[in-house]
């Protein structure tokens, strides 16, 4: 009798806490709910990019190619051969008459000095620095993070720390200098800014990105090493980026994805670009023949990465079905691997312009139509190969025409020494509508040209 109380009293006990646990277990996770959506509200890692500005060359600083053919040949530093050889490399090239070099360049001997670098450092940075903050009112030591990259120069004091006492920006702030990283660097201070974002909330980062064209020229005879003095000009870019919640709808673009590829494990893709000494001393960066198939190798692993984020699942599909079925088949050409249809993803293309074949090789292994390269190709035409900042150029190129809209996703492909190519993915907050600031914004109305 006592031991059936006691057992009726502990079956009412549980199904007392019982009826008081299920209510208490839903509250419990609704409050953990809400508490988790807050939290990850207020950490948002979002990353916006506010605005960019493109460095615009004076006009008395172009180079038109026979003006480039007379001064190697009056310098007395190429042998005839070498001339010839540029000259070809030129006529194929796709640079135009407008592109530009630094003022040591074009004088005769050319001065190509430690001085000579550094003042086309301040030229190009502290000018596009200056006029993207002028433009938008933000005090200098408002700016919390600070990047800068420029591969074949590096000063001591470092470029960020010559930004740093030229504005005056504050002595807390986060500075990074890189170099070395090559023409897909602008990318990967993109990259560094992103991560920096993650960790410092309610900031705000300048990204420079350029390539210091004064001191690189090179003086021998070795034609793997010409092949970078027609195609490198001076340019570059400064560009603002914010986690900031205010920015969420007053800023042009937000990040979208960012993947970096590093083929440097593979030899043949790490000495494609690569700086050395000639067999006479002299230094020069090499373009070997292997460039071309290194490039495809990184953008077919970039791209094995980035698609998944990308793609609409039937592409996704079609794509993985393709290459089952050439692994089942002994005929590889019979059963082709699917190209997606990259277009289903993304408006527009921003392929880095490092010579016209590396923007036909990426046109014709995507398959994308003529129209889709012509901001690589007027780029390269009217601006040359401006190593990391040429992505910026094309995408200023997409706005003075009046070609981005809202919720229109920009693809940005860079290729660097190392051997590597970074991808950046934005998405337009908003319809861009062409300023003054535009490094295009002069002769816009001429382009596309017709290029021979």
């Known amino acids: 009798m006592v031991t059936d109380i006691f057992t009726n009293f502990s079956l009412s006990n549980s199904s007392i806490l019982a009826n008081f646990s299920f209510p208490f277990t839903h509250f419990l996770f609704g409050t953990t709910l809400i508490i988790a959506v807050f939290y990850f509200a207020l950490r948002s890692n979002c990353v916006y990019l506010l605005d960019f500005i493109c460095y615009f060359p004076a006009d008395h600083l172009r180079v038109p190619s026979s003006m480039f053919l007379e001064h190697g040949a009056e310098s007395g530093v190429f042998e005839k051969e070498s001339l010839h050889f540029q000259e070809k490399v030129l006529e194929r090239s796709g640079v135009g008459d407008e592109a530009c070099l630094p ?17 086309e450092i301040e030229e190009v940075l502290f000018t596009v620095a200056g006029d993207l903050l002028a433009k938008h009112g933000i005090n200098p030591k408002s700016i919390d993070i600070l990047i800068s990259n420029c591969s074949l120069f590096c000063p ?7 930004i740093i006492e030229k504005f005056g920006l504050r002595s807390s702030i986060k500075s990074i200098s890189l170099s070395g990283m090559g023409c897909s660097a602008g990318l990967l201070s993109i990259s560094l800014a992103k991560e920096l974002l993650k960790v410092h909330k309610n900031s705000l980062a300048l990204v420079l990105s350029m390539e210091a064209v004064s001191p690189n020229g090179y003086k021998g005879q070795d034609k793997s090493m010409l092949v970078a003095n027609t195609i490198f000009r001076m340019g570059g870019v400064a560009i603002l980026l914010s986690n900031k919640k205010q920015h969420k709808h007053t800023a042009h673009y937000k990040l979208q994805h960012l993947v970096r ?47 998944p984020r990308v793609l609409p699942y039937s592409e996704q599909l079609r794509f993985g079905w393709s290459v089952i079925c050439q692994k089942l088949s002994n005929n590889v050409k019979q059963n082709e691997i699917y190209v997606p249809k990259l277009k289903k993803a993304f408006n527009h293309f921003c392929i880095h312009a490092g010579g016209r074949a590396i923007i036909d090789a990426v046109e014709s292994n995507l398959k994308l139509e003529k129209e889709d390269g012509e901001a690589s190709r007027m780029t390269l035409y009217r601006f040359g190969n401006t190593s990391s900042s040429s992505v910026w150029y094309e995408l200023c190129y997409l706005e003075a025409k009046g070609k981005v809209k809202k919720g229109d996703q920009i693809w940005q492909i860079a290729f660097g020494s190392g051997f590597k190519c970074n991808s950046a993915v934005w998405k337009s907050i908003t319809d861009i509508k062409p300023d003054v600031s535009n490094a295009w914004s002069d002769r816009i109305r001429l382009y596309p040209v017709k290029l021979p």
């Open 103 to 119: 003022v040591s360049v074009h004088e005769l001997p050319e001065l190509a000095s430690f001085k000579s670098a550094k003042e």
């Open 156 to 162: 001591t004091p470092s470029i960020t720390a010559m």
């Open 261 to 307: 590829t590093h083929m440097g494990s593979d030899d043949q893709a790490y000495y494609s670009v690569f700086q050395k000494a000639d067999a006479d001393g002299r230094v020069g960066v090499s373009l070997s023949r292997t460039l071309l198939h290194a490039a495809g190798k990184g953008l077919k692993t970039n791209i094995l990465e980035l698609g």
